[in-house]
């Protein structure tokens, strides 16, 4: 056997072994510990703080000198990226003692990196969530619960936030809306209905009413018949309308996918009949893109392209919009002519607090920033990203801004009327919703009607769904 | 008895132990390890924020009685079509590349383009080129034809086989590559010897270039159905959601699904090792037959 003695070899062998176990783990490790220091020695900055009270703003907020550091993941593009840059550079120049890093991730892999983290017990301290994922997170206890600090703290004032975008974070297990807060939002996104004002001017047509339940579906055909044109070749050249939202139908004809108890109601006549309309728009009107028109064009660039007058819109499309050489503006979603109502979803996405963090208060000190901060609130407006949380921003200088759409209170109509959760909010997946929008080509094709679809999928559905909520 | 190896010997051996560690323990930490915990998840159910559980054969139940893993086995086995297509075509090629002509490397190298070109833009260039009203490939058609060309990607009997097409065109010139190494290898004096015997071109092909080739097939085979059982980038980026009708959902495709998209990581993992398990009998079958058809000198 060969003695070992040479020192030099082995040291070698030892720096091998470290290169590769360093390779897996080479994360933050470093900056959690050495903040450890700064947690729990407010006695000592306290002494020091009359230096800084003027940047602490009011005076009761106590806490506003502890040095933290937080960990802070988001996905977005570039854009984003660097909107919260400044946001959070600005937050770290008021609180010099908060030291904040900031994480991007692209979106598609957003879920999949900070689920790995969670797994890993490396959970960011604050960090994004929304939908089912949001619930899900609640249910498998990741989340802090926000509701004691929220009411003790003096940065947040609650009632100036829109309710429904409050509410979305309010998760008592069983459904998303009830409860106590688990998230602030981060935005909230109305899914508008969006029209070309100029197809309507060249047709002669009145344009869409932008108060809700006065534009009916019936109006709507009659409009998207007359503005559909067909160029010399017989093929149609400018839909009247495409990518009608089918929650907006379901929603405004009364029915819905889940009652919010656990049971799926898709196997309504209300909601056949409201799926129905929305293919036949294609089936028997020909005013919208097939399936096959739209894999050729999406319906965005169509629209883009000027070839579509009327198309559902968010507010982060605000910036690609106004750049387009025509006119256009939002109205309310069609009204189902059977309820005379109207209804369409409202995106929000939200900052969460891991319940693992070591610094719960900065870290809800900064999500609260971010979330509710004026300067940032504007900012992200003014970019066209969202509309503002803030209810007196929202009415005020929001509805002034001299950008388009013109009837932004629009937006605020759904927000605070008309608008509700995504599907995807009633459960902690998606598998079972994905499933339904695969197998519902078969009715947008016009292969089954929707009454047919609807009932042979509700089992399939039902079984899906409680697989994903046990 | 205790021998000590000294001086010179003794260096090298540590000095290959040093050298061979670190391979060894990627090994042992992003292989094996992963390995063996992937099996012990297939029996559990993880999703990665709560603790897992032990359910026994439950994940194996439900996957034998899940109607998309079947569709995307079927469509993994469909996609295999393209290995006999690959091989007839790239073996043309080898054989018109393998002649003495001026600026055949040009060729050569044009052909192996799509090999070392990154699967995404290929796959993004495709998506336009497969475009119903506007790509290439329909205008082409309408063109020489008259008739308007199928929805590549939007009807559901024609995506697998628009990805049998991509398929084809990257992978072509790889496989031309080892036929042509393998025509290189075949001695001119069994051509010579039949030219002496009266025998035809077709012949000789037959005769001498396609049993003489047949350990190439053979490798091209196994790693074809290897490949094609894992193929994924392509239905990712063209099928994001499977392509219409579940019908461009590949078996890894779905395993990724489960895995990264709904988290249900037991239930993955189990598939995957039914996968692997698969493809491991496949060729073992495929290694029992090669010694019925396969010529080794």
């Not at chain 1, 004002?197 to 018949?225: H, N, R, V």
């Not at chain 1, 995106?347 to 319940?355: H, M, P, Q, R, Y």
């Not at chain 1, 920033?369 to 503002?388: C, I």
Request: hydrophobic fraction near 40%; glycine fraction near 8%; proline fraction near 5%.
């Amino acid at each position: 056997m060969a003695t070992w003695k040479s020192g030099k070899v082995w040291m070698a062998a030892v720096l091998c072994f470290i290169i590769v176990l360093t390779g897996c783990s080479s994360n933050n490790g470093g900056s959690k510990e050495n903040s450890n220091s700064g947690k729990n020695n407010s006695a000592n900055t306290a002494e020091q703080s009359p230096s800084n009270a003027g940047t602490a703003g009011e005076g009761a907020d106590a806490g506003a000198d502890a040095k933290s550091n937080i960990e802070f993941m988001g996905w977005g593009g570039d854009t984003e990226k660097a909107v919260f840059q400044t946001l959070i550079d600005a937050y770290m120049k008021k609180y010099p003692n908060k030291k904040v890093k900031y994480t991007v991730v692209p979106p598609g892999e957003y879920y999949q990196k900070l689920d790995t983290l969670i797994a890993a017990k490396k959970t960011p301290d604050v960090f994004y969530a929304g939908g089912a994922n949001f619930n899900k997170l609640v249910s498998s206890g990741v989340l802090m619960n926000l509701q004691s600090l929220l009411e003790s703290s003096s940065l947040v004032d609650q009632n100036n936030v829109w309710p429904a975008a409050l509410d979305r974070y309010r998760y008592d297990g069983t459904a998303s809306g009830q409860g106590d807060i688990y998230g602030l939002p981060k935005d909230v996104g109305p899914w508008a209905f969006a029209y070309n004002k100029d197809l309507f001017d060249k047709a002669g047509l009145p344009y869409p009413s932008a108060k809700a339940g006065e534009y009916t579906w019936d109006d709507m055909i009659a409009d998207a018949k007359k503005l559909t044109v067909a160029n010399e070749r017989g093929k149609i050249d400018t839909f009247g309308v495409a990518g009608y939202s089918t929650e907006s139908a379901v929603w405004a004809n009364g029915g819905d996918w889940t009652d919010g108890k656990g049971n799926i109601t898709i196997d309504t006549p209300e909601f056949a009949q409201a799926m129905q309309f929305v293919a036949d728009l294609n089936l028997v009107h020909k005013v919208s893109p097939s399936p096959d028109d739209e894999k050729a064009q999406n319906g965005y660039a169509r629209f883009v392209a000027g070839k579509i007058a009327m198309f559902p819109m968010g507010p982060w499309d605000q910036p690609g919009f106004w750049d387009l050489p025509f006119n256009w503006d939002i109205a309310a979603w069609p009204a189902s002519p059977n309820t005379g109502k109207t209804a369409t979803w409202l995106g929000s996405l939200g900052f969460v607090v891991s319940a693992k963090t070591e610094f719960p208060d900065d870290a809800f000190r900064l999500a609260a920033y971010l979330s509710l901060d004026q300067d940032s609130q504007r900012q992200n407006y003014e970019l066209g990203q969202a509309v503002p949380n803030l209810m007196d921003m929202a009415k005020g200088e929001f509805l002034q801004m001299d950008k388009k759409p013109e009837t932004r209170q629009v937006f605020l109509d759904i927000i605070s009327d008309y608008g509700r959760p995504p599907i995807e909010n009633t459960s902690k997946n998606t598998k079972w919703l994905d499933t339904f929008w695969q197998d519902a080509s078969a009715v947008w094709t016009g292969k089954q009607s929707a009454a047919d679809f609807v009932k042979a999928e509700q089992p399939k559905l039902q079984k899906l769904f409680d697989e994903s909520n046990k | 008895m205790k021998k000590t190896i000294t001086g010179y010997r003794r260096k090298e051996i540590i000095w290959s132990l040093i050298f061979v560690t670190p391979p060894v323990l990627g090994f042992l930490i992003f292989g094996l390890a992963p390995l063996l915990t992937s099996f012990g998840l297939s029996f559990m159910s993880w999703d990665m924020l709560t603790p897992s559980e032990v359910v026994g054969f439950d994940n194996f139940n439900y996957m034998f009685n899940d109607e998309k893993f079947y569709k995307s086995l079927y469509n993994t086995v469909f996609l295999l079509l393209g290995i006999p297509l690959g091989m007839i075509v790239s073996m043309i090629l080898a054989i018109m590349m393998n002649r003495k002509l001026a600026g055949i490397s040009i060729f050569r190298t044009i052909y192996y383009i799509p090999v070392i070109s990154p699967i995404i833009a290929v796959s993004l260039l495709w998506q336009w080129m497969l475009n119903y009203d506007y790509g290439l490939v329909n205008e082409f058609i309408w063109k020489v034809f008259g008739t308007q060309g199928p929805n590549w990607l939007g009807d559901p009997n024609w995506v697998k086989p628009s990805f049998i097409i991509m398929g084809l065109w990257g992978g072509v010139g790889g496989t031309m590559v080892l036929y042509l190494a393998g025509l290189q290898g075949i001695s001119s004096t069994y051509y010579e010897a039949a030219e002496v015997d009266g025998a035809s071109r077709w012949h000789q092909f037959r005769h001498i270039t396609l049993p003489l080739l047949s350990p190439i097939h053979f490798y091209v085979v196994v790693m074809g159905i290897i490949g094609t059982f894992q193929s994924f980038s392509q239905m990712y980026i063209l099928a994001a959601d499977g392509g219409p009708e579940y019908s461009g959902a590949t078996i890894v495709y779905y395993i990724f699904q489960e895995a990264f998209k709904y988290f249900n990581m037991g239930y993955a993992s189990s598939v995957a090792w039914v996968l692997g398990i698969l493809i491991f009998i496949i060729t073992l079958v495929q290694f029992r037959l090669s010694k019925r058809w396969v010529y080794q000198d």
